[in-house]
């Protein structure tokens, strides 16, 4: 039974408080086991040297974004879109706000599928912070966050709404309203970067919302959902605040089973699938040394920004381990910029799950980053 939950900051004092019912514990130094071993260079060092300028990171994090694109194919341009054309096809009210079904290009020929969520009263001339709200992998797709999952605790973009923030729940390639996308036919080399270029459509749709603070937005996801959410962090700094639960682990740590191996070819097989990243395969072999970067990498190129991660210490397809090992090196960044308060770690008492105390904590980090 789920009770407690650990959070953990690289603060600069040792507190305990009580907030939403959980325990939240602020640990100085983020006291985190693991032994990293992908054999990549660590993150404080970059061409032989060692990193101590927050200038010198940006080279290197920069250096992290174009081996993901070594493995995800080029990011396409961003600019000189089609005009958004936004479909709505159709509404639920509800008692705090509206959920719209909608539809809007993000390129020439590429619609995106996606519930919206806006507040009551959003006309009264504020402008609301906002959340790209990223599903699991369930076939359902946006809608499995609007509560229509048949597993629990996938519900947040309805909770959110119902906090008063707008909500854009896309789908994603092969899901939902995406059931039958055509990989093999797209301009995409992965369908991750399908997915990070939408995503990042996403957010500026949002901004172009009257009613949206442009300043404020957010992203949250589960599993799929979650390494989603930081690869949206990691390209658009327009994201203030990433929400990852149960999203990864460093690559040596994934363990499918001997079973889940041999049916996907080595353990790192389900993420070559055409709906994630072929070339893991085929470029890479499979072999984590190999891969050309790795999630502290990834998710270090969010720092200063907030970063929250949900790491259940049961959670099958993402190992503890590899998360805690991982930590380590993302703190050292986050260090650097002086900003070991925006980073959060929870470790619930659970499986592959969002539970609902590691749900609140998330939900006050958003709500206190967005002075709600």
């Known amino acids: 039974m789920i009770r407690k939950v650990l959070l953990m900051v690289a603060g600069f004092s040792i507190r305990a408080r009580l907030i939403a019912g959980i325990l939240i514990l602020l640990l100085a130094g983020a006291c985190i086991a ?14 032989g040297k060692k990193i101590t300028t927050v200038d010198q990171w940006d080279k290197k994090r920069k250096t992290v974004l174009a081996h993901m694109q070594e493995a995800m194919g080029p990011l396409p341009r961003l600019k000189g879109h089609p005009p958004f054309n936004a479909r709505f096809l159709d509404s639920v ?5 509206t959920r719209y ?7 020439a020929g590429e619609e995106l599928p996606a519930l919206l969520y806006v507040p009551a009263g959003h006309t009264n001339g504020k402008r609301i912070p ?12 946006k809608l499995s966050v609007a509560g229509q999952s048949a597993l629990a605790n996938r519900d947040y973009a309805k909770k959110l709404a119902a906090r008063g923030y707008v909500v854009l ?3 994603y390639p092969d899901f939902g309203g995406l059931e039958h996308y055509d990989f093999d036919g797209d301009r995409y080399q992965s369908g991750t970067m399908k997915g990070i270029f939408d995503h990042i459509r996403c957010v500026d749709y949002l901004q172009s919302l009257s009613f949206v603070d442009p300043d404020r937005i957010a992203v949250i996801g589960h599993s799929l959902g979650g390494h989603n959410a930081i690869f949206l962090g990691a390209f658009d700094q327009r994201v203030k605040v990433v929400i990852a639960s149960c999203g990864w ?6 363990d499918l089973g001997p079973e889940m191996e041999k049916r996907y070819g080595g353990k790192l097989g389900p993420w070559a699938q055409k709906r994630y990243m ?22 270090a190129t969010i720092a200063p920004r907030i970063f929250f991660t949900n790491s259940p210490l049961q959670d099958a397809n993402f190992s503890i381990t590899g998360v805690k090992a991982g930590l380590q090196d993302i703190r050292k960044i986050y260090d650097l910029y002086q ?11 659970a499986g592959h799950d969002f539970p609902q105390e590691a749900t609140r904590a998330a939900f006050h980090v958003l709500d206190s980053a967005f002075g709600r």
């Open 93 to 97: 009210v509800s008692g705090s706000y």
């Open 278 to 299: 072929p070339l893991l395969k085929e470029k890479y072999g499979l072999r984590p040394e190999r891969i050309p970067f790795d999630f502290d990498g990834i998710i």
């Open 249 to 254: 682990t460093l690559f040596p740590y994934y």
């Open 130 to 141: 906002a959340v790209i709200a990223l599903h699991g992998t369930d076939r359902l797709g």
């Open 339 to 349: 900003a070991s308060h925006a980073l959060y770690a929870v470790f619930p008492d």
């Open 34 to 47: 693991g032994k990293k071993s992908s054999g990549h260079e660590d993150l404080l060092m970059y061409r």
């Open 101 to 107: 079904t909608i539809a809007f290009t993000v390129e």
């Open 169 to 171: 729940a896309p789908d």
